[in-house]
């Protein structure tokens, strides 16, 4: 156990548990040859990254996000796996099942991390240290997976203490958040990737705790109005709550081109199939999306996105795929610069679309289409019905 400061504070117990290497492991349990073997989960084209890196390929350099040809440069001896995204639901499932044994309290992240207030949940289960303890001895004997905890009496402090003590690891955080963060590098903030660290060293700003010490007025001259909500997180305040059963809160899709797309018809070809796919998930979870996002990475990996929100939500591919041109349209340069992954992320999802009181027919008819081209995939397959403008854009790449 690892102290971050002197004594506990006893009002909230906030755990972040983290899966070790999720996929990866997932990978290695379900196929014993890759125990111990450095082991990659990414696509295989030239264009691919890493999704995730065993603990066994991680002293050669590899990491996360990384393009799955450097990675394989730095470890030529990795085994690639493709993703299995339906395992990884299944096995989630599992891992949910079991943090929910010892709170209702429980709020997702992703497939492989959630927070947990187990603050009402001492007095039945003994201190939050313990409870992490028992959910890792739990997830390790019905799993045959590891995962790491950071307890703090709020989500930021132990979101950044699960980080360190991985694998399978716990790091409690004491009752003096903010002396905890203060020597923490730049980078540990939350929201601070490589370019804002940079721009944040370049001003002297190397901790943490140099961020806690500013005055709002200067920091938001570096950050922007962002820059309050930084000064309080750097001094250890964080009130939010952990919000349970919130549901998934978005579902997309993203793919990576072999060849930088330089027009935007091919785009859009792209964009129609993203759509086609995001929203047949919609679908099948019987829910609507209020928001949709467009992501586009261009060849120098420069990143831009574009949302909408809707008048009303939605669950058909024409609305999706007409919103989402629009933003296309909205986004200069991309003939020139050349685009290697296009996305498209639905959000704000919910099971109760506001009704209208005067509703559009063709709006109405285009969700009917949508629910009946899905019971004739669920009966003659996937590919069994698709748009004819995809099969032209297939045919024409083969």
């Given at each position: 156990?690892?102290?971050g400061?002197?004594?506990?504070?006893?009002?909230?117990?906030i755990?972040?548990?983290?899966?070790d290497?999720?996929?990866?492991?997932?990978?290695q349990?379900?196929?014993?040859?890759l125990?111990?073997?450095?082991?990659?989960v990414?696509?295989l084209?030239?264009?691919?990254?890493v999704a995730?890196?065993?603990?066994?390929?991680?002293?050669?350099?590899?990491r996360s996000?990384?393009?799955m040809?450097?990675?394989l440069?730095?470890c030529?001896s990795?085994?690639?796996?493709?993703?299995?995204?339906g395992r990884?639901?299944?096995?989630?499932?599992a891992?949910?099942?079991?943090?929910?044994?010892y709170?209702?309290?429980?709020?997702?992240?992703?497939l492989?991390?959630?927070?947990?207030?187990?603050?009402?949940?001492?007095?039945?289960?003994?201190?939050?240290?313990?409870?992490?303890?028992r959910?890792q001895?739990?997830?390790?004997?019905e799993?045959?997976l590891?995962?790491?905890?950071g307890v703090?009496?709020c989500?930021?402090?132990?979101k950044?203490a699960?980080?360190l003590?991985?694998?399978?690891?716990?790091?409690?955080?004491?009752?003096?958040v903010?002396?905890?963060?203060?020597?923490?590098?730049?980078e540990?903030?939350?929201?601070?990737?490589?370019k804002?660290?940079?721009?944040?060293r370049?001003r002297?700003?190397?901790s943490?705790?140099?961020?806690?010490?500013?005055?709002?007025?200067?920091?938001r001259?570096?950050?922007?109005?962002w820059?309050?909500?930084?000064?309080?997180?750097?001094?250890g305040?964080d009130?939010?709550?952990v919000?349970?059963?919130?549901g998934?809160?978005?579902i997309?899709v993203?793919d990576t081109?072999?060849d930088d797309?330089?027009?935007?018809?091919a785009?859009?070809?792209a964009?129609l199939s993203?759509a086609?796919?995001?929203?047949?998930?919609?679908?099948?979870q019987?829910?609507w999306?209020?928001v949709?996002?467009?992501k586009?990475?261009?060849?120098?990996?420069?990143?831009v996105?574009?949302?909408?929100r809707l008048?009303?939500?939605?669950?058909?591919?024409?609305?999706?795929?007409?919103?989402?041109?629009?933003l296309l349209?909205?986004?200069?340069d991309?003939?020139?610069?050349?685009?290697?992954?296009t996305?498209?992320a639905l959000?704000?999802l919910?099971?109760h679309?506001?009704?209208?009181?005067?509703?559009?027919l063709?709006?109405?008819?285009?969700?009917?289409?949508e629910?009946?081209?899905e019971?004739?995939?669920?009966?003659?397959g996937?590919?069994?019905v698709?748009?004819?403008?995809?099969?032209?854009?297939?045919?024409?790449?083969?």
């Amino acid at each position: 156990m690892n102290q971050g400061g002197g004594g506990r504070d006893e009002s909230r117990a906030i755990l972040h548990m983290d899966m070790d290497a999720f996929y990866a492991s997932v990978e290695q349990l379900d196929e014993p040859r890759l125990r111990g073997k450095a082991v990659l989960v990414g696509g295989l084209s030239r264009r691919s990254v890493v999704a995730a890196a065993s603990y066994e390929a991680r002293p050669f350099g590899v990491r996360s996000a990384m393009s799955m040809v450097e990675a394989l440069r730095l470890c030529p001896s990795a085994i690639v796996k493709v993703p299995r995204f339906g395992r990884y639901r299944e096995v989630s499932e599992a891992v949910f099942a079991i943090f929910r044994r010892y709170t209702p309290l429980v709020e997702g992240l992703s497939l492989d991390e959630a927070f947990l207030d187990v603050s009402a949940s001492r007095q039945l289960f003994g201190p939050a240290e313990a409870i992490a303890r028992r959910i890792q001895a739990e997830i390790a004997s019905e799993l045959g997976l590891g995962v790491s905890a950071g307890v703090a009496s709020c989500k930021f402090a132990a979101k950044i203490a699960s980080d360190l003590k991985k694998p399978r690891g716990i790091f409690v955080v004491g009752a003096d958040v903010a002396a905890f963060l203060a020597p923490l590098p730049v980078e540990k903030m939350w929201g601070v990737g490589e370019k804002t660290a940079a721009l944040l060293r370049r001003r002297g700003l190397r901790s943490i705790g140099d961020l806690a010490a500013l005055s709002p007025e200067h920091l938001r001259a570096s950050l922007g109005m962002w820059g309050e909500v930084v000064i309080q997180l750097a001094r250890g305040i964080d009130p939010r709550e952990v919000l349970p059963d919130q549901g998934r809160k978005s579902i997309g899709v993203e793919d990576t081109f072999e060849d930088d797309l330089r027009e935007r018809a091919a785009l859009e070809r792209a964009l129609l199939s993203q759509a086609e796919r995001v929203t047949r998930r919609l679908v099948q979870q019987g829910a609507w999306a209020s928001v949709v996002c467009v992501k586009l990475r261009y060849a120098d990996f420069a990143r831009v996105t574009r949302q909408r929100r809707l008048p009303l939500p939605v669950a058909d591919t024409s609305a999706v795929y007409r919103t989402a041109r629009e933003l296309l349209a909205a986004i200069p340069d991309v003939e020139t610069r050349g685009v290697r992954l296009t996305g498209i992320a639905l959000r704000e999802l919910g099971h109760h679309p506001t009704l209208s009181l005067f509703p559009e027919l063709s709006r109405e008819r285009e969700q009917r289409l949508e629910k009946s081209l899905e019971s004739l995939r669920q009966r003659f397959g996937s590919h069994a019905v698709t748009r004819a403008s995809i099969l032209r854009d297939d045919k024409a790449r083969n």
